[in-house]
């Protein structure tokens, strides 16, 4: 989860660029982009929507997958985002909407075939996006979003047996306590997670959705992504009352004790729903 104090949110330009550098830079959202695209089984789609689609990368996937007269909504709160996304990513076949995901209704009619979320279902009132999903849906129509492992408290093997050493973000713990006098939370009674696998179900059950499969996988990538994600102001560590500056500091110093090339895992819960098909 993001700071709460953090120091420019996604509808700030500085986050914008920062991130969209990123997803040029680093394979993260582009494969799991092309990931939930292909699962959403876009083949004969004539209109889809990306969900909080941000600068466009998971449009991007969709794109490649939809045919040539498909249509494409990517929908996002943050004009930001999108004002980059437009400059980045010109197709005629998509549509820039900015508007909280809460609202999709209002802006997608309905009847498209597939909506797809990439890594920001938690950041929504669950239920209502939920149900907007379950609104803007054919009969049979697929909705397909992933979760952050820590908020669906689910771990991918990977993620424990490929590690060499300390992850970025116990370093940078480490670092700020060293050089900040940075003391951590103390421990609380573990919490349920956000986005449990049973609690999707329920949420999507109560929006008229059925759950066709839901699986964990594993994200690969290396010590060098991972401190560029955590460069992006929205992403930046630790909690508590650092400056921008500061942040980039304990980053800096605590990226330094890594391995550059060194493994990294990241967690998701993918999840593939549908609106059921109208009885006969």
């Not at 040029?24 to 889809?48: H, K, Q």
């Not at 209502?128 to 908020?151: E, Y």
């Not at 699986?215 to 400056?243: C, N, Y």
């Not at 980053?251 to 609106?275: E, F, G, H, M």
Request: aromatic share 6%.
């Amino acid at each position: 989860m993001a700071p709460l104090d953090a120091l420019l949110g996604w509808d700030e330009d500085t986050t914008a660029e920062a991130y969209a550098a990123f997803t040029r830079d680093f394979p993260m959202y582009a494969a799991t982009s092309r990931d939930l695209a292909r699962r959403a089984e876009l083949t004969d789609g004539r209109l889809v929507v990306d969900l909080c689609g941000g600068a466009g990368a998971t449009a991007e996937a969709i794109l490649e997958l939809v045919p040539i007269d498909a249509q494409v909504v990517s929908l996002d709160a943050a004009a930001a985002m999108q004002r980059v996304g437009r400059r980045t990513l010109a197709d005629p076949r998509l549509t820039w909407v900015t508007a909280p995901a809460e609202d999709l209704a209002d802006h997608v009619p309905g009847a498209a075939d597939a909506v797809v979320c990439n890594s920001a279902i938690w950041k929504t009132d669950v239920p209502r996006v939920f149900a907007a999903v379950h609104q803007v849906l054919r009969p049979g129509g697929r909705f397909v979003f992933n979760v952050g492992g820590g908020f669906a408290g689910i771990r991918h093997p990977d993620e424990t047996s490929l590690r060499t050493g300390p992850s970025l973000n116990t370093l940078i713990r480490q670092v700020a306590a060293r050089d900040y006098g940075y003391a951590p939370p103390p421990p609380a009674v573990e919490a349920a997670p956000k986005l449990s696998v049973d609690t999707i179900a329920e949420h999507l059950s109560v929006a008229g959705l059925t759950v066709l499969d839901t699986e964990v996988v594993a994200q690969h990538s290396t010590m060098a992504e991972k401190k560029a994600w955590l460069s992006i102001p929205v992403f930046a560590r630790p909690d508590g009352e650092f400056t921008h500056a500061q942040r980039t500091d304990i980053l800096d110093k605590a990226y330094s004790l890594t391995t550059p090339d060194a493994p990294t895992v990241t967690s998701w819960l993918v999840v593939v729903a549908q609106r059921p098909r109208e009885q006969r």
